[in-house]
């Protein structure tokens, strides 16, 4: 069992940054490769990116790949997404979580989800 919980979500000017927090309890934590997804209202639960747990190898979808960082400090069981020149239209409620196997690319390949931090961020 993993419990994840995330935090730093909140409201942002366009342009601001956030970074987001993502807590996990457990000793597996530094075996796990942690993603990053968000879902915006009405629409589909999509990948923001990942971290691997052996090397930190980072992979980014195209939306925010230069804008945002995913990061892991293994010592505090902590994975974080740093965000910047936040635009409207990254609003939506963000989610940490762990992988189990098959296509990270996948919420189907995650089996241990945080709560979600709603981020928003005002034109």
């Known amino acids: 069992q993993v419990q994840l919980v995330e935090s730093g979500g909140g409201l942002v000017q366009a342009g601001g940054s956030l970074r987001l927090s993502c807590a996990a309890a457990?000793?597996?934590?530094?075996?796990?490769?942690m993603g990053w997804f968000r879902q915006a209202p009405g629409k589909e639960r999509e990948l923001v990116g990942y971290?691997?747990?052996?090397?930190?190898?980072?992979y980014y979808s195209d939306a925010v790949k230069g804008l945002f960082t995913i990061s892991r400090e293994n010592a505090k069981n902590t994975v974080y997404l740093q965000m910047n020149r936040l635009v409207p239209e990254d609003t939506a409620v963000y989610y940490c979580a762990a992988y189990r196997g098959g296509s990270a690319l996948t919420f189907h390949s995650y089996n241990y989800w945080g709560q979600g931090a709603q981020v928003t961020v005002s034109s």
């Open positions: 971290i691997t747990w052996r090397d930190s190898v980072t």
């Open positions: 457990g000793s597996t934590f530094r075996t796990l490769t």
